[in-house]
């Protein structure tokens, strides 16, 4: 059965860093792109970040860039989000998604990060 599950989320001061892990299993994780999203109350899911199946090319929302960092691991069939400098605003619900190359898609079932002083 395909699963990804996510864990690392928190309470975290502004400024302050955590970082997401994505765990994957009954899929071929090594064959999709990687990505985090995130869904705030009230708000509609947005795309964070993104990773190539080698890992080779990454993307960032612009509301990231130079704050976050998208990793993955294939031997562990992991994939990461370090969040440093965190603000009020990255409060949001973290999802985790593989995208196949043949199309299937998977998502997690979110991990919590809450900022706040």
């Known amino acids: 059965q395909e699963q990804l599950v996510e864990s690392g989320g928190g309470l975290v001061q502004p400024g302050g860093s955590l970082r997401l892990s994505c765990a994957a299993s009954?899929?071929?994780?090594?064959?999709?792109?990687m990505s985090w999203y995130r869904q705030a109350p009230g708000k509609e899911r947005e795309h964070v970040a993104s990773i190539s199946s080698t890992g080779g090319t990454t993307t960032y929302a612009d509301s990231v860039k130079g704050r976050f960092t998208i990793s993955r691991d294939n031997a562990k069939n992991t994939v990461y989000l370090q969040m440093n400098n965190l603000k009020p605003e990255d409060a949001a619900v973290y999802y985790c998604r593989a995208v196949h190359v043949y199309g299937n898609t998977y998502w997690g079932q979110g991990t919590q990060v809450t900022v706040s002083s």
């Open positions: 009954g899929f071929t994780f090594s064959r999709c792109t």
